[in-house]
């Protein structure tokens, strides 16, 4: 076992190494310069030459690609250009933010879709099947941009019943940050909701036809001991696959979300970043939402394993 | 009126004229022979140097109709009125409505695009937080006023290439150290070392020719004659708020955020950039602000329509600036007072001169004339702008020459005489570049929908700013293009980079000798009158020439619930709520 995750780590590294090599590559390409940005259309050519020398950027690439990442092996993420702070400081918060959005979403949509894949797969043929699969197939095609801006106007703005905008004011206890949560969470979880019920289903129907359940419910033994015992066991092994999967788009990937409902999270945050072409903040924040997606892949495989006895990853 | 109190005024007149200066006996002059109103001698006046107390002595002995002041704005027009009931006070800062009980007001900004720092800050979010804590020399208000903060007085030497500034001795920084002549002095040479994007040297200013005289008077020594300066050195130019020497000496990018240091009434209490800043009232700050709410907290917004869901929420008690299409859902509402104020700010749509086809004049006349400008003002703006005329002097601008050229209106069948006489008759097909600003991509829309109504079809590339300013913007070959130039209380800027033959901002590539001798004249001009005259020679030429079309200029829209008064706010992006209050 501690050879395989060893393994995953070392796999881990040099995917976000990779990673890290591409963010850097994106980041050169994107038009316009550093200095450009910060001081604006009207600014002098000399005022921006003499920023891009200020900030390093006029530097051969190589040499700006190695300070940062020599750095960042250390733990030093660097400077962010465009907001003059360090790294970590923007990116701690930013993080914080997204994984109590992400978090909220993921206790909400985990729970139901599991529980609506698994009806729905007991009851295949029936209107709650149909319910759940066509239900959860349209509310998963709905852009987030499309059903929150209807959250906001039904539920913000004309019924007055919670917030639209989701950053608390400061100081806020928990219940009130929770509640300034729930809006922005909703439209993840009609966009996830589809797709983890649907696998769900497909699971549980696949186990349900198995000859392991068959002759486990021959033998005797009650369903609901069966269903709990062998079907779910195994029918949530590709479940978890892909719950894991989506552990980096709540964390890194709601840039419509949070700049609709005013939210600063880590999508945000690298949306500024790569507005700004601030390299240090972009590609730090990508390598943090990569380990992030890594982490959670390699949580999934631990419990893929656990799960099930066919697989031995030692 | 008795003699006796004529004769008296008339003294004190006398004594005023022997201690001012040509260029303000000039001013003097004007006035008394009817050819200034009294709102264009209050803000000439305050230009350069009379104060108020002064120019009140002059308006009595002047007119027989003295009292009070002037109050109606530049232009200003209120859509709904707010009840802001802020006064600015004779030579000094703000005074405000006093307020009952501890009162915190709520904004809501755009996100400042960089970090707040007096060199870098170049957009509205920035310089709207920068403003808070710190304080210029000068500001230039609504009314197009230079009003007296940190300076109290002003005035310039005979030929307009001396600026002498007298700061107020009680003004104090946050850490109770006296505002001096010597932090002038290094503000002004800490932005320009910096590389500010409002470089010193578009304004004539030397930075080594900027000397403090004594603790209390700084002299700047212009390239040229400027007689319109003292908007230079105020909010106008919003790196320059004064920040003391020690800021300065050890500055570096970021080093602003540590410390929020300022003359301000506002103190900061705290900054996430992004998410939100608050201020605290400042209890021992310079100035009148007994009235000042104790609290300020400020949300950004990344997209408006976040902000506009806060206000319709009740989260925020103000939007100081909100475009036509935010503020569409609050227009009717009765939880939402909208008001608006009439500004400088205009759209160029530009074409490249130096080739063709662009480089007919009849070409671009022709394109001009097919524009609907009311339909464009109403579409685009919901009304809140007034129609340009191709030039970018502001018809609220004193040196506006009403009489110089009729306004340009829609004529296709002229237009399409000149696209034939041009030898275009069979057609046009150019690029039209712009970038993702307000209602701009809409516009180019519309420009390129009834440009294609006399033949000459218009393909519209839209980009993000850097794109476009990186790519487009000077680089434009064979083809037209569309950018924004915010409000500015003078319009020397306007009409400098953007036109002069050898000017950093020149998309049209346009050269003009004629016109290059002209823009000489007016920025050395020392008095409206002759301003004025070269205004209308230069509106006439620009009209002919079209290097760019002005369609509209645009109004600030603001926002505010019905229970919050006393918003200030410039077409340049400031705002003040030192002078608001809470009721209900």
Wanted: hydrophobic share 45%; glycine share 10%.
């Amino acid at each position: 076992m501690s050879k395989f995750v060893l393994r995953r780590i070392g796999l881990a590294l040099i995917t976000l190494f990779v990673l890290s090599v591409l963010v850097f590559i994106g980041t050169q390409l994107l038009p316009g310069d550093v200095g450009r940005r910060i001081l604006g259309p009207f600014a002098t050519q000399d005022a921006v030459d003499a920023l891009n020398a200020r900030l390093g950027t006029d530097r051969p690439v190589l040499i700006q690609y190695w300070d940062w990442i020599s750095s960042a092996v250390t733990g030093d993420l660097g400077f962010s250009i465009s907001f003059s702070r360090p790294v970590t400081e923007l990116l701690g918060r930013a993080l914080a933010n997204s994984l109590k959005l992400g978090a909220l979403a993921f206790v909400i949509v985990v729970p139901l879709s599991l529980a609506g894949g698994i009806l729905a797969a007991l009851k295949r043929g029936t209107l709650i099947d149909r319910i759940v699969t066509v239900g959860g197939l349209s509310a998963t095609v709905i852009p987030e941009f499309v059903s929150g801006i209807v959250l906001i106007v039904v539920f913000a703005v004309f019924l007055g019943w919670l917030p639209g905008f989701a950053t608390a004011p400061a100081g806020s206890g928990f219940v009130t940050q929770l509640r300034h949560l729930i809006l922005p969470a909703i439209p993840l979880v009609l966009v996830l909701f589809g797709y983890i019920a649907r696998i769900t289903r497909a699971g549980v129907i696949e186990a349900l036809d198995a000859d392991y359940t068959r002759t486990a419910i021959l033998k005797g033994l009650p369903r609901s001991t069966v269903i709990r015992r062998d079907v779910l066991r195994n029918a949530l092994l590709p479940t978890i696959a892909v719950i894991a999967s989506q552990v980096g788009y709540l964390i890194g990937g709601l840039v419509v979300v949070e700049v609709l409902f005013g939210y600063q999270g880590v999508g945000k945050l690298l949306f500024d970043a790569a507005r700004n072409a601030d390299f240090p903040l972009l590609a730090s924040g990508v390598l943090v939402v990569g380990a992030a997606f890594q982490v959670s892949m390699l949580l999934a495989d631990l419990a893929y394993s656990w799960l099930n006895p066919k697989i031995r990853l030692s | 009126m008795d003699r006796a109190k004529q004769r008296a005024r008339m003294e004190r007149l006398d004594f005023i004229r022997r201690r001012s200066n040509p260029v303000q006996n000039h001013v003097i002059d004007e006035l008394q022979y009817g050819k200034l109103t009294r709102r264009e001698f209050l803000r000439k006046g305050s230009l350069l140097g009379l104060s108020f107390p002064v120019m009140g002595v002059i308006l009595a002995a002047c007119a027989e109709d003295t009292a009070g002041t002037t109050t109606t704005g530049a232009g200003a027009t209120t859509t709904t009125v707010a009840g802001a009931t802020t006064t600015t006070a004779a030579g000094g800062g703000p005074t405000t409505t006093a307020a009952a009980g501890p009162m915190t007001v709520r904004t809501a900004l755009p996100a400042p695009a960089v970090g707040i720092d007096p060199v870098l800050i170049n957009d509205e979010g920035g310089l709207a937080v920068f403003g808070q804590a710190a304080e210029y020399l000068i500001f230039s208000d609504d009314e197009l006023t230079p009003v007296p903060v940190l300076a109290e007085s002003w005035e310039p030497n005979a030929d307009g290439d001396v600026w002498t500034f007298h700061l107020n001795p009680s003004a104090t920084f946050h850490d109770g150290s006296p505002v001096t002549a010597e932090d002038v002095v290094a503000t002004v040479q800490g932005i320009a070392e910096g590389n500010a994007a409002s470089a010193f040297e578009t304004f004539g200013v030397d930075p080594g020719a900027v000397v403090a005289v004594d603790p209390q008077t700084v002299e700047f020594t212009l390239t040229q004659p400027n007689g319109a300066f003292p908007f230079f050195m105020s909010s106008d130019n919003y790196n320059a708020a004064i920040l003391p020497v020690s800021f300065w000496e050890g500055y570096a990018e970021g080093s602003y955020e540590q410390s929020f240091i300022g003359s301000g009434p506002w103190v900061n209490e705290s900054f996430e950039p992004g998410v939100s800043a608050a201020y605290v009232k400042n209890e021992d700050y310079w100035g009148d602000n007994s009235g000042q709410p104790d609290r300020m907290e400020i949300t950004f917004f990344a997209d408006e329509a976040a902000a506009v869901t806060g206000f319709q929420e009740g989260r925020f008690d103000t939007v100081p600036h909100i475009s036509y299409s935010g503020a569409t859902p609050l227009l009717e509402s009765p939880d939402a007072n909208v008001t608006s104020i009439s500004t400088a700010q205009h759209r160029q749509i530009y074409f490249d001169t130096s080739a063709p086809p662009f480089d007919d004049p009849r070409v671009r006349q022709a394109i001009a004339l097919t524009l609907n400008r009311p339909s464009l003002i109403e579409g685009l703006l919901g009304g809140f702008g007034v129609v340009g005329n191709d030039h970018p002097i502001w018809e609220n601008y004193p040196m506006y020459n009403p009489d110089a050229v009729a306004q340009r209106e829609e004529d296709l069948a002229t237009a399409q005489q000149l696209l034939d006489a041009a030898g275009y008759g069979d057609g046009i097909e150019a690029p039209l570049d712009t970038l993702v600003f307000f209602e701009v991509e809409d516009l180019a829309q519309l420009v390129a929908g009834s440009a294609a109504q006399i033949g000459v079809n218009l393909t519209v590339g839209v980009y993000d700013s850097g794109t476009y300013y990186n790519d487009y913007w000077l680089a434009a070959a064979n083809s037209m293009g569309i950018v924004n130039y915010g409000h500015r209380g003078v319009p020397n800027v306007y009409l400098g980079a953007p036109l002069l033959s050898d000017g950093t901002w020149n998309a049209s590539h346009w050269v003009n000798e004629d016109y290059d001798a002209l823009f000489d004249q007016f920025a050395t001009a020392g008095d409206l009158d002759t301003q004025r005259e070269i205004a209308g020679q230069i509106q006439t030429l620009l009209n002919e020439e079209v290097p760019f079309i002005v369609p509209y200029y645009v109004d600030h829209i603001s926002v505010s619930s019905p229970s919050f008064s006393g918003l200030e706010v410039t077409g340049m992006g400031h705002y003040s709520v030192v002078g608001g209050s809470l009721s209900g």
